[in-house]
């Protein structure tokens, strides 16, 4: 079966040659259609630079990204590709244009998409997140930070796509609402039969949500279990259990 | 708990006036602090940074802060005058925020960031300042006290900007600490070396600390007593190591919201709010525990 998503020897680096830094360096994974795949690690371990290279956001990288066996180059990313990979960011706060309401935000995505039949669709949309149409015209100031999440997710599934990155996704939002999102995220991938890429520092948020996970440290995938091994704390590299063990905080 | 408490509050009440009416943020906050480690948990908007920040006298107008009693060692500090509070800001009762990238000065080298802070309370020399500054960074384990000194903020990891804020506000000698989420803006490995460091220093100070955060689970760990808060209100209080046998509907909500490694679920438990847990009745047990009853 063709990977959904397959990443090899890949390398991403910021700024310029003579002051390069190394963010990422050579991983290698590949996630099924229909799984759900957890990328774990520090700040600075490369972690959300991968998701953020695969969607072209940064323009240096090397090795091969491919989408449903289709290869992308550089930053470029075309109509096929947006298409079928939508990305939802961190900071709810901030991902959301402040002066857009939620029917400008969602509307705008599904212009872009050439996607017809608006009202509906937005309608559709909203009740998918669980937001209900009272909210189509409400700007972000008005909505909490559980509410524009939802609003980042629904802004990511109007494209009808199949792979979602999700990078941090709960990690601004108290923990009563990160439950709801969780839910959610779990509803619309068992509804869209979606694959999630999902970057978090959470370990029980990660073996909550994924099948598989790669532990990263300073740029370099150190290794990819599943989630069994990570809730039974029985990892092959010293550390990926050092990880879990700091989790946990206890008296020395 | 021994003794006569360090820090001894009733009442509190922190008020903002708003085009709506009035805003209570802080809502009847009652509680005594000893040589102990008290933790303080609520969601954003349940006011535990709010009652942090009563006790410091930051609450900028026009907040207004009110309580029957707020007592440091017996002595009243609230409302005090701004050149009463600064003496005790700092010099008795300190503070280490969230971030350190916010709270250090980032034109200023590190070293000389501490002196300050600590001549302008214990007063003293330049010499036993830089003395002292030296002997706080490596009370914080960083390992080269010297060549730190002399850094600027932006050179130093999030982690020991956090360690150089504690060893800030630890050179006076402070009687209580209020830490609000020290340690949220850091990673797992460095937030157990930032915890050691202060789990250490309140032990051997014998210094009494308010520990606020997001982190129930952490909290049940590096605490002693744990109060819970939700809309602005004490709504239950209990040794931490109770936490998990927690009795009130939103402690219980909040701790099965938590996906767990332990203990795998299919879907989460999502909280259920209900209006009465803003207006009911404070657990009597609670009225009990204070000393001098609740007013």
């Not at chain 2, 010499?127 to 850094?151: C, H, K, T, W, Y």
Request: aromatic letters at 4%; a neutral charge; hydrophobic letters at 45%.
């Amino acid at each position: 079966m063709t990977p959904m998503l397959q990443v090899s020897d890949m390398d991403v680096w910021f700024g310029p040659p003579h002051a390069r830094v190394t963010a990422v360096k050579g991983a290698t994974f590949s996630v099924a259609p229909g799984e759900s795949f957890g990328l774990v690690g520090e700040s600075g371990s490369g972690k959300s630079t991968i998701l953020r290279a695969v969607v072209g956001l940064i323009p240096g990288w090397s090795g091969r990204i491919a989408v449903e066996g289709k290869p992308v180059a550089g930053i470029g990313r075309d109509r096929a590709f947006l298409k079928t990979v939508q990305m939802v960011f961190q900071d709810p706060y901030a991902s959301l244009h402040p002066r857009h309401s939620v029917d400008r935000v969602l509307s705008e995505t599904l212009a872009l998409q050439g996607l017809g039949d608006v009202d509906r669709r937005i309608t559709r949309l909203l009740e998918d997140v669980g937001l209900g149409r009272g909210f189509r015209f409400r700007f972000p100031h008005q909505l909490s930070g559980g509410q524009r999440q939802r609003v980042a997710i629904a802004r990511a599934l109007a494209a009808e796509p199949r792979l979602l990155l999700l990078d941090e996704p709960t990690s601004a939002l108290d923990v009563s609402v990160q439950a709801e999102i969780l839910n959610l995220l779990k509803d619309l991938r068992a509804e869209h039969q979606l694959t999630y890429v999902m970057v978090s520092h959470d370990l029980a948020v990660v073996a909550h949500m994924c099948d598989r996970l790669s532990v990263m440290q300073a740029g370099r995938i150190v290794e990819i279990m599943d989630a069994a091994t990570l809730r039974a704390g029985a990892p092959r590299e010293d550390y990926s259990r050092a990880l879990i063990a700091a989790s946990t905080w206890r008296r020395a | 708990m021994t003794g006569a408490p360090l820090l001894s509050i009733r009442d509190l009440c922190v008020t903002f006036p708003t085009r709506q009416g009035e805003f209570q943020a802080v809502r009847g906050v009652s509680f005594d602090l000893g040589r102990e480690r008290l933790g303080v948990v609520g969601e954003s908007g349940s006011g535990k940074s709010m009652t942090g920040r009563a006790i410091l006298g930051l609450v900028r107008p026009p907040g207004r802060v009110t309580a029957a009693r707020m007592d440091l060692d017996g002595q009243p500090i609230l409302n005090l005058p701004e050149r009463r509070m600064r003496a005790i800001r700092g010099g008795r009762i300190s503070m280490v925020m969230q971030d350190p990238k916010f709270s250090l000065n980032p034109v200023m080298r590190v070293g000389p960031q501490i002196m300050e802070a600590y001549r302008l309370h214990a007063g003293g020399g330049r010499a036993a300042a830089r003395a002292r500054a030296l002997e706080m960074l490596a009370a914080v384990q960083i390992r080269d006290p010297e060549r730190v000194f002399g850094l600027y903020p932006h050179e130093v990891s999030g982690g020991m900007g956090q360690r150089i804020m504690i060893a800030m506000m630890l050179a006076p000698d402070p009687e209580i600490l209020i830490a609000d989420e020290p340690t949220s803006a850091l990673d797992v490995s460095v937030r157990a070396e930032v915890l050691n460091i202060m789990d250490a220093l309140v032990r051997d100070r014998g210094m009494g600390l308010i520990f606020i955060s997001h982190d129930l689970n952490l909290v049940a760990q590096f605490c002693d007593r744990v109060l819970i808060m939700y809309a602005g209100r004490v709504v239950e209080e209990l040794p931490a190591r109770d936490l998990h046998a927690a009795r009130h509907p939103y402690t219980r909500g909040l701790l099965d919201s938590l996906p767990r490694l332990d203990a795998p679920v299919d879907r989460l438990a999502v909280l259920e709010r209900q209006d009465d847990w803003r207006t009911e009745a404070i657990d009597a047990s609670m009225v009990d525990a204070l000393p001098g009853g609740l007013r």
